[in-house]
């Protein structure tokens, strides 16, 4: 069994730390998504090379086909009423930090009237937009945006630098108050539970979730330089975390039969 004897390591520690997270609610899954295609188009965008420009366009593109797929903009501020909804609760309870209680709930508030203020058409300006939808369009075959097939592509690529980063913030402004709404919703579910010492016997742990106990994402924390990494699945319900030992990228991993220590939060 790996050594987990001792407290879980502070945030100072966490970059030293292999965090694997596991949704059991459609929208979080969503917001999951979003989050990771968000940073990636920020890390692309900000670097020089015509390879990272052409990431970002297609983190972008990535982005805009979720948020057409249904009402993202909504489901946030829903998610984003619920947590002003419970964090006021607690404003007249004397053991809470009422400056910190406070800060949240205004930060809330200022996420919901700017995402309301974007109003329903969240981002149909890029869903319209004639060069995006052009490269979208060949991005669906593949190699299909060689410069041969997008000469006005390959135009943009060849800009300086600055002029294709002064294009990717016209293009994710008019995003951000989707962005900063998901970063803030998944930062206020990562805290909302503190970490437990768990043990896997066999590589293997089950848990029944309580009868009016919202779980919607799970997380493993485990340290680093092991050979194993957990699969993670189930529902709202009940879940299962199998502990799998790493062989190669050419054989497929397999159950480990050892007692797995690790730290579960069920957010």
């Known amino acids: 069994m790996a050594d987990l004897n001792h407290a879980m390591p502070n945030a100072s520690d966490s970059e030293r730390l292999v965090i694997y997270e596991h949704p059991l609610h459609e929208r979080v899954r969503t917001f999951l998504r979003l989050e990771f295609l968000f940073e990636q188009a920020g890390y692309h ?16 593109l990535d982005i805009l086909a979720i ?28 053991d809470v930090d009422t400056g910190r209680l406070n800060a949240l709930l205004e930060t809330i508030a200022s996420l919901r009237q700017s995402l309301g203020a974007a109003g329903g058409q969240l981002a149909q300006e890029l869903k319209d937009n004639e060069f995006l939808n052009a490269v979208k369009h060949r991005s669906g075959i593949p190699g299909g945006t060689c410069e041969f097939d997008l000469p006005d592509y390959n135009f943009w690529l060849n800009r300086s630098h600055d002029a294709r980063m002064k294009d990717f913030k016209n293009w994710l402004s008019s995003l951000e108050p989707l962005n900063s709404a998901i970063r803030e919703l998944l930062w206020l579910t990562r805290e909302s539970a503190q970490p437990t010492q768990e043990k896997a016997v066999g590589g293997m742990f089950q848990k029944s979730l309580e009868k009016g106990v919202s779980c919607q994402l799970i997380r493993v924390t485990m340290l680093p330089g092991g050979d194993c990494f957990p699969e993670i699945s189930g529902s709202q319900h009940r879940f299962t975390i199998r502990f799998l030992d790493w062989q190669n990228i050419g054989s497929r991993p397999a159950q480990v039969s050892d007692d797995i220590g690790f730290y579960l939060a069920c957010c």
């Open 67 to 94: 948020i057409s797929r249904g009402d993202i903009r909504s489901d946030v501020l829903k998610e984003l009423e619920k947590h002003a909804t419970v964090l006021g609760q607690y404003q007249f309870r004397q």
């Open 45 to 60: 965008a900000a670097r020089d090379s015509v390879w990272s420009s052409r990431a970002a366009i297609s983190n972008l």
